[in-house]
């Protein structure tokens, strides 16, 4: 059986239902390594009845798959596990109520950002997938860092330089008449880093005193 999948991106408003159940979530958890339901319900001390109703659920969303079934006795126990190592659901899965970029035009605003980062994880789940069906590997690339402003003017001088050097790095290599090119898009965006606290909450240095 092929590797269990490190991410899979939710795009359907039900699928997006049955993995937000508190208990389901406790299931996948622990479906990380291929289990049974009485070895699921053993380990979280759960009635197996419940917890059968919930990996058939499960199941049916397509958040978990059967690995193989194997006799016990006068019974088939199924063995089962996770369709994948973490989920994150897109926001197409709230259907018009979903933030889009078309809702939030103001390219300043945190909404704006929101949305743009929405949208990345929908096409590249999208993408994802496709890749994945056919065997291939997605190209991406991720940048990632912090930087600490003495000054609001030196953020300011910093996001300036930022857009320029993007502009033309784009125009040097962007080649519209190319046969075969391929399309990528490139997103960057600075917000203020969050720092999380013992309890797991997030808080900014620059909005909270």
Do not use: W
């Not at 408003?13 to 622990?30: E, F, G, K």
């Not at 419940?50 to 059967?66: D, F, I, M, P, S």
């Not at 519209?176 to 917000?191: I, T």
């Amino acid at each position: 059986m092929a590797p269990t999948p490190e991410l899979s991106v939710i795009r359907r408003p039900d699928t997006a239902a049955a993995l937000l159940d508190p208990v389901r979530q406790q299931l996948l958890a622990h479906l990380a390594q291929p289990d049974s339901a009485s070895g699921v319900a053993g380990r979280l001390r759960l009635p197996r009845q419940r917890v059968n109703y919930h990996l058939r659920a499960l199941e049916a969303a397509g958040l978990v798959e059967l690995v193989e079934e194997r006799r016990k006795g006068n019974c088939t126990e199924r063995v089962v596990r996770a369709a994948a190592r973490a989920f994150v659901i897109s926001p197409e899965a709230l259907g018009p109520i979903g933030l889009t970029q078309d809702t939030a035009p103001d390219r300043l605003s945190s909404a704006y950002l929101i949305a743009a980062a929405g949208r990345t994880i929908r096409d590249v789940g999208v993408l994802e997938a496709r890749a994945r069906g056919e065997q291939k590997r997605l190209a991406t690339l991720t940048l990632e860092t912090e930087v600490r402003f003495a000054t609001a003017a030196s953020r300011a001088a910093f996001a300036e330089e930022l857009a320029a050097t993007v502009a033309r790095l784009a125009a040097k290599y962007h080649d519209e008449r190319a046969p075969n090119g391929r399309r990528f898009r490139l997103l960057a965006a600075v917000h203020p880093a969050a720092e999380s606290n013992a309890a797991g909450s997030s808080r900014s240095e620059e909005t909270t005193p």
